[in-house]
């Protein structure tokens, strides 16, 4: 892949599928993504964490009207949403990620295919016991999170992306630009000009 890639030129597995077409509601996790349990990089991160072959089975999607693009539902209303006047899906004891209908409908597949490993990863570190909202942490310092960018960062590299591709991925809405310089040095990603 040449260097500068953008998001609509790196391509994920030719088998990964979408179903962009769904209206609000809760799906099963291979409704929306059929056959994701089947594709290497998924197996791979089971084989990472792991975790049983049939995990994603059980798991599930909620398609909000939201203008969001895709977090593990918390099993209780986490305290440091209020500081960020967030109202996530709560979804208790449940293995549910939320994804924005305009995110599913309307991003690049690669884009989508990264996220949803994203957000598995963070499903099986839960079952792990581990803390996804980590008090006092910030988002790009938190080991969760620099984990499952790690893990998608490495299955992009893979695919061919270039540094500048995942730049932009990492470009997340929520972190001020110098949170953003502080991820890309957690994930060994040269910072560009």
Known sequence: MPTGSSPREVSPPHDFRIRRDLSPGRYPLLVVFPGLDRLPGFRRLLTLKGAPPDIAEDACVEVVKDDVWMYVAPWELPPMRRRRGWKPVVAPKTDCIVVGMNHLSQSPPMVLYMD?????????????????????????????????YQFVVDEARERGASEEFLREYLKVDWVTPAEHQRLLKNLGVPPGS
């Open 116 to 148: 949803v490993l994203h957000e598995f990863c963070h499903i099986l570190q839960r079952r792990e016991g581990r803390d996804l909202w980590e008090p006092g942490v910030g988002y790009v310092d938190r080991s969760t999170e620099v984990e499952a």
